[in-house]
């Protein structure tokens, strides 16, 4: 019973839960269709633009939460991460305590971390927009946003979050249909007849 019970809790803690949809895609592998996570880099922006049903979309890289390094003077810390695209924060609810949710990924050397990732780094969780966290000794990334502890009950767990944008200068097929490496999430306006869409 307890186990069933926090199951059912799992990533419900997301204000529009209900709204939130993960595109799947059906692939012929081996004779067999199998379906797979994974997206065209395209896909949510092409939801986003073609689909009236579609408040908001977002390319991730949820399924590789990696560990990196990030740094501060003398400071380093291994920390998880993952890459998302500008609405990543509208469409879930992380809960951010300092920054415009609407606005912290939407530049492409934008960093936003945890308040235990700010301690880590800063030593405080305060007047930490603007400062400059450096990524695996060399990239510069400036701290846009900081978010809440993120529950146990989510099934993403991270520290930090940067931007498609700079995904992209790493791995440039991103943009291109025939990759298929990022994850889609969509936020589908209430009403929405999710057989028929």
Same mark, same amino acid.
């Given at each position: 019973?307890?186990?069933?019970?926090?199951?059912?809790?799992?990533?419900?803690?997301?204000?529009?839960?209900?709204?939130?949809?993960?595109?799947?895609?059906?692939?012929?592998?081996?004779? !067999?269709?199998? =379906?797979?996570?994974?997206?065209?880099?395209?896909?949510?922006? +092409?939801? +986003?633009?073609?689909?009236? !049903?579609?408040?908001?979309?977002?390319?991730?890289?949820?399924?590789?939460?990696?560990?990196?390094?990030?740094?501060?003077?003398?400071?380093?810390?291994?920390?998880?991460?993952?890459?998302?695209? +500008?609405?990543?924060?509208?469409?879930?609810?992380?809960?951010?305590?300092?920054?415009?949710?609407?606005?912290?990924?939407?530049?492409?050397?934008?960093?936003?971390?945890?308040? =235990?990732?700010?301690?880590?780094?800063?030593? =405080?969780?305060?007047?930490?927009?603007?400062?400059?966290? !450096?990524?695996?000794?060399?990239?510069?990334?400036?701290?846009?946003?900081?978010?809440? /502890?993120? /529950? /146990?009950?989510?099934?993403?767990?991270?520290?930090?979050?940067?931007?498609?944008?700079?995904?992209?200068?790493?791995? /440039?097929?991103? +943009?291109?249909?025939?990759?298929?490496?990022?994850?889609?999430?969509?936020?589908?306006? !209430?009403?929405?007849?999710?057989?028929?869409?």
């Amino acid at each position: 019973y307890l186990w069933v019970n926090d199951e059912k809790k799992v990533d419900k803690f997301h204000a529009k839960d209900s709204q939130i949809y993960q595109v799947l895609e059906n692939v012929e592998q081996g004779g !067999e269709i199998i =379906t797979r996570q994974s997206t065209s880099g395209p896909m949510a922006e +092409a939801m +986003a633009t073609e689909m009236p !049903e579609v408040l908001n979309a977002v390319t991730t890289t949820t399924n590789r939460i990696n560990s990196y390094v990030l740094s501060n003077d003398n400071i380093d810390i291994k920390a998880r991460g993952l890459y998302a695209s +500008a609405d990543f924060f509208k469409i879930f609810s992380f809960g951010i305590i300092h920054g415009n949710q609407n606005q912290v990924l939407s530049e492409k050397n934008s960093i936003v971390i945890s308040e =235990t990732l700010a301690m880590q780094l800063f030593g =405080t969780t305060k007047d930490v927009i603007g400062k400059t966290a !450096e990524w695996q000794h060399n990239k510069h990334y400036t701290v846009t946003g900081v978010f809440q /502890p993120i /529950p /146990p009950q989510s099934s993403m767990q991270f520290d930090f979050v940067l931007t498609v944008e700079a995904f992209k200068d790493d791995y /440039p097929g991103i +943009a291109g249909w025939g990759n298929t490496g990022p994850q889609t999430y969509l936020l589908l306006r !209430e009403g929405t007849n999710i057989n028929q869409f």
